[in-house]
């Protein structure tokens, strides 16, 4: 049977964020968007189980169980939070600022 580690681990520290992102599935970065900085957590699909969200910058639905993006400003609150498939969060600069669905999408 192998000794117990006495010594802490290299560079951590108890009650970091770094457990908090670990948490979650991810991990989280700060981003400047928009004129203002805004909190990224990259959320892993085993984390989103049993959860769908609403993409908003493809206004689909992200699928339980699926890895993505929660992003909200540095400043915002809870309601500011919102659900980014990856692929759409790396591409918001290059999208336009209105959704266009086709005739046959669903409206909801």
Known sequence: MSPR???PKAGGSSGSSDDEGRRYGGFQ??????????S???VA???AAG??????G??????SGVAHVVAWPEY??????RHWHKACWNAKDRRTTK??????APRY
Request: glycine share 10%; aromatic share 6%; net charge positive.
């Open 5 to 7: 580690r006495n010594r």
């Open 29 to 38: 970065s700060s981003e400047h968007w928009q004129g203002e900085e805004w």
């Open 40 to 42: 990224v957590r990259h």
């Open 45 to 47: 699909g085993a984390s």
């Open 51 to 56: 959860k769908t969200y609403r993409c908003p």
């Open 58 to 63: 493809c206004d689909q639905e992200i699928a």
């Open 76 to 81: 915002g609150g809870v309601d500011d939070r």
């Open 99 to 104: 959704v266009q669905r086709s005739r046959n």
